[in-house]
């Protein structure tokens, strides 16, 4: 299983634009974020092939995954 995701803004620092994963089994957005120590509070927009995704669904083989935080700004 082959799963791409893409960060964007201040998560892509220490994980960059985009990484590859191959998890061993099925893998909901909870574990994915998990897997690349991302807080659940830090994410605010969480697409699965460009629409909106639910963290509790299983991500499928060939997927792609785009994490956006929260905007900041002053």
Do not use: Q
């Amino acid at each position: 299983m082959l799963i791409k995701v893409r960060l964007f803004a201040t998560l892509r620092e220490g994980r960059g634009k985009e990484v590859e994963l191959k998890p061993e089994g099925e893998i909901t957005g909870k574990e994915l974020l998990e897997t690349l120590e991302i807080d659940e509070e830090d994410v605010a927009i969480y697409l699965v092939n460009g629409r909106d995704g639910k963290m509790d669904a299983k991500i499928k083989n060939g997927e792609v995954i785009s994490i956006f935080p929260p905007v900041g700004g002053g």
